[in-house]
């Protein structure tokens, strides 16, 4: 009986072993297929909204912050309505992306990156070094969601001198 037993269980083992071995196949096919961009959905609900928040956030960051790539960013998560608080600049998507992509144009060296959300809202913390001012700065960019969208933008600069005190200050 403990041999049948015993012969059941390994049965049931390397059973599980092979449909282990068969999902991470498939995950690996999984990654391996182009996925389609992602676009946000304004009507986004649910229990995993928040989570989804945050992955719209991360790509946001990814796209905008690494790859400075401000089309791209905007057109994903970024699609109409956009009130923004920055004083310096105008109302609305069109404007923000010119006003952007010429920021960029002198070239950005950006670093440190953390992304938090939650509520509803979320924050990108990073540094950002300007190479033709040669000015750096410690940067937060604060967003209101609209389900996964980015419908409201809010951003605090403080520029960094390198003889602050403090030796952690900003980060």
């Known amino acids: 009986m403990r041999f049948l037993a015993s012969s059941i269980v390994a049965l049931l083992l390397s059973g599980s072993a092979l449909a282990l071995d068969v999902n ?16 946000c959905n304004p009507n986004a609900k649910g229990n995993d909204l928040g989570q989804k928040q945050y992955e719209a956030l ?17 057109d994903r998560y970024v699609p109409g309505e956009y009130k923004q608080h920055n004083p310096f600049a105008e109302q609305g998507r ?9 920021g960029f144009a002198g070239g ?12 509803g809202y ?3 913390h990073y540094k950002a070094q300007f190479l033709s001012d040669n000015v750096t700065m410690a940067i937060v960019d604060y967003f209101k ?27």
């Open 94 to 102: 069109d404007f923000a992306i010119e006003f952007l992509k010429n």
């Open 24 to 39: 991470v196949a498939r995950q690996s096919l999984d990654a391996a297929r182009p996925k389609p961009p992602k676009i």
């Open 122 to 124: 979320g924050i990108m």
């Open 145 to 171: 969601f609209k389900g996964t969208c980015i419908v409201e933008h809010w951003d605090v600069l403080q520029e960094i001198t390198g003889t602050e005190p403090n030796p952690i200050a900003f980060f």
């Open 108 to 119: 950005i060296k950006t670093s440190h990156l953390t992304i938090f959300s939650g509520q």
């Open 58 to 74: 991360a790509d946001y960051a990814n796209l905008f912050v690494f790859k400075q790539d401000v089309q791209t960013s905007f």
